[in-house]
């Protein structure tokens, strides 16, 4: 049986693996979330790890919240830098596989094409500074790592297709801005293309969202359509939205590492989208 350390078990990505691994009787999952192991405190990492020998560490812990990381960088900058730098030292301590998961947020935004593993980075936000540090932190720290950029993902937890759901609730109208573009992903997608390398050698930095591409307002109007919610999607800018923290106006991914390893597809948007409103609405 083979060890898979989970952390931030409680999360969307958590659980969706949670759901994918379920029946699988070669694996055997050790969930932790903040209360059972924090990965900012190395001490607790290492001997944690050092007692499990885990065959994989695959980080789903993060600070997530992108407006708040702005006022709370260096929090922000524990959980989602120091937290894979310890577990990408643990992992090479036990000689584990290290998973990270970053994000389309690295990336300033200006590109007009979709970027692949080579597009240069440059974040505008303290949530996509800290998250690249992470990346930094894990190609220098594990032997054997992944990491993952993903994008707009919802699953099983607060992301921005049950907020909108819940707003439509008590409202004719919602605001959503139409000029960002971006590929959202569903946790369960994620889920797969992780397993798809799991117990394989082909490590690196992979780009990994769903298909296709969309903004927010389009894709606001698609899972209203989807769930029969007649609430009209008045498209905004960024600008009169004027959110806390700055983001890409462009990060679709292009998934070019998937198709060069373990060939691992992803399904278009706006198939996963209309797979989760059915189970979940
Ligand atoms: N959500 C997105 O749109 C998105 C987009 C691109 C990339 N990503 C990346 O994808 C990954 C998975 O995201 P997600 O949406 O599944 O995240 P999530 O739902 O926010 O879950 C993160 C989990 O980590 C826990 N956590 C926070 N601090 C921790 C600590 N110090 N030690 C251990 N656990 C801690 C959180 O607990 P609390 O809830 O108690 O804080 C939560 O259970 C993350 O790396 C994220 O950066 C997400």
């Not at 937290?83 to 994000?103: D, F, V």
Request: aromatic content about 10%; proline content about 3%; overall charge negative.
């Amino acid at each position: 049986m083979k060890k898979i350390l989970i952390t931030g078990c409680n999360g969307q990505l958590g659980k969706a693996l949670n759901t994918l691994w379920a029946a699988r009787t070669d694996l055997e999952l050790v969930n932790t979330d903040v209360a059972e192991l924090d990965i900012t405190k190395i001490e607790n990492v290492l001997k944690f790890a050092s007692e499990v020998k885990p065959y994989a560490i695959v980080n789903c812990a993060a600070h997530t919240a992108v407006d708040a990381c702005e006022t709370q960088e260096e929090l922000a900058f524990r959980i989602n830098a120091m937290g894979p730098r310890n577990l990408s030292i643990a992992a090479t301590e036990n000689g584990a596989k290290m998973i990270q998961i970053s994000t389309d947020y690295v990336f300033p935004g200006t590109s007009p094409e979709p970027l692949n593993e080579m597009a240069p980075t440059g974040p505008v936000s303290a949530y996509g500074r800290t998250k690249l540090a992470g990346e930094e932190y894990t190609k220098s720290f594990a032997d054997k790592w992944f990491i993952l950029r993903t994008a707009w993902l919802y699953g099983d937890g607060k992301n921005f297709v049950r907020t909108l759901m819940n707003v439509a609730e008590k409202n004719d109208e919602v605001r959503v801005v139409n000029d960002q573009f971006g590929s959202p992903t569903s946790a369960a997608e994620l889920a797969k293309a992780i397993d798809s390398l799991l117990l394989t050698d082909n490590y690196g930095l992979f780009h990994a969202t769903c298909e296709g591409q969309t903004n927010w307002a389009d894709f606001t109007e698609e899972f209203f359509r989807l769930a029969g919610v007649k609430t009209r999607v008045n498209k905004i800018s960024t600008a009169e939205y004027g959110a806390a923290a700055a983001r890409p106006a462009y990060s679709v991914l292009d998934n070019m590492m998937f198709r060069n390893t373990s060939g691992y597809t992803f399904a278009d948007w706006r198939e996963a989208i209309a797979v989760y409103m059915k189970e979940n609405y």
